[in-house]
Each structure stands twice: as structure tokens, then as C-alpha cells.
């Protein structure tokens, strides 16, 4: 209401990386608390949005998962235009993610801008038998790219609501 103190922000952020590093898990976990083994595959895009109470702010999220897919890829400009955020995910047992992230910077900041805010999850760390992404490699890569990075789990939660809290309160609302 008019009388509420509450200041409201809205964030739209899109989730990019390779297909099978988890993306569709991470906003489910966050959105739901579960964990799915077997999630529906993205096709194309999908929408969801969830509003965090932090203080006396209320901070709406509305995430935008893409297929990683060569054939969606296409798709994936016209939904970028208006995005606060990019999450670039990888998975840490899966080299070959980590290096198409790369690619995945590249085509954000090819459409949003150099500046454009983007951040670095590194999924999966529960699966640290077959870890292949180590935390120095990880470390340097945000670094060059100027980007935070977060080391989480969709399947165990790890790090995930504490990922998106830090997020909803570092970012700049785009007017
Ligand atoms: P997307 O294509 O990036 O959306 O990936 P999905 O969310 O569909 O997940 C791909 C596969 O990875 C599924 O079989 C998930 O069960 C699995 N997966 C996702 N996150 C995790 C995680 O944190 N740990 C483990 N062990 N498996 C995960
Ligand atoms: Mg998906």
C-alpha cells in the first residue's frame, strides 16, 4: 500500500549453460526444495518467478530457464534484453561445461553489454568423487571474467538459498 515503508525491486534473471549441468534443478530446488533425479528437459524456455522478504524489502526474482541446446540457441537474445542477471552454470564433474562457458559470457555480453552483470555457479559439488573442476580453476575464471562465482548443489541444497539471497541483495534493479 501507499503507507508500506517495503521498497519493492523486480530482477529478471536468465539462466544459461550447457544442457545436463543442472540449471532446471537449481531454480527447483530454490523455488520448491526438491530435488528431481530425472527433471523434465527444457524445451526452449521456461518461467519462474518467487518474491524474497530481506528486511524490510521485497525483492521479486523472475528466473528464466533456456534449453543449453544448439538448436534453442537462437531463442535466447529476444530474452536477454531486459535481464538484470545471467547465471552461467556448469557442472563440476563435466569439464567441457566449464570450458563453453566461454561461449556462454560471450553471447551475454555480446547482446547486453561488457558491463553486463553476470555470475559463475559451479553445480554438482556433491558428486566430488568425479570432480573434474577444481575450486582454483573456478576461482580464476571468475576472476578474469570479473564475475562472483558460487560452488552449490541442487540435489543437496547446498549453497543454493544463500546463492539466490546474495544475488537478490547485490544486484542493481535496470530502470
Ligand atoms: P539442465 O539441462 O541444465 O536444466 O539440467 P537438469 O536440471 O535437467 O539436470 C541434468 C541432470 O543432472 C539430471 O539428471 C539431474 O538429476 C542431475 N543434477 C542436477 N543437479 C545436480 C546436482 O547438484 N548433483 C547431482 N548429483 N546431480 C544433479
Ligand atoms: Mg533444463
Not at 524490510?56 to 543449453?68: E, F, P, Q, V
Not at 568425479?130 to 573456478?138: C, F, G, H, N, S
Not at 571474467?145 to 552449490?152: A, G, L
Request: glycine letters at 4%; one cysteine or more; aromatic letters at 10%.
Amino acid at each position: 500500500s501507499n503507507f508500506s515503508n517495503t521498497s519493492r525491486v523486480k530482477h529478471k534473471i536468465i539462466f544459461l549453460g550447457d544442457q545436463h549441468v543442472g540449471k532446471t534443478c537449481i531454480i527447483e530446488r530454490f523455488m520448491y526444495d526438491v530435488f528431481d533425479e530425472k527433471p523434465h528437459p527444457t524445451v526452449g524456455v521456461d518461467f519462474l518467478a518467487k518474491t524474497l522478504h530481506i528486511d524490510d524489502k521485497s525483492i521479486r526474482l523472475s528466473l528464466w530457464d533456456t534449453a543449453g541446446q544448439e538448436r534453442f540457441r537462437s531463442l535466447i537474445p529476444s530474452y536477454l534484453r531486459d535481464a538484470t542477471c545471467a547465471v552461467i552454470v556448469f557442472d563440476v564433474t563435466n569439464k567441457e561445461s566449464f570450458s563453453n562457458v566461454d561461449r556462454w559470457i560471450k553471447d551475454y555480453k555480446d547482446n547486453r553489454g561488457s558491463e553486463a552483470p553476470c555470475v559463475l555457479v559451479a553445480n554438482k559439488i556433491d558428486l566430488k568423487l568425479t570432480r573434474e573442476v577444481q575450486l582454483a580453476d573456478l576461482e580464476k575464471k571468475a576472476k578474469e571474467n570479473n564475475m562472483k562465482f558460487y560452488e552449490i548443489s541442487a540435489k543437496t541444497g547446498e549453497n543454493v538459498a544463500n546463492m539466490f539471497k546474495d544475488m537478490a541483495i547485490s544486484l542493481q534493479p535496470v530502470e
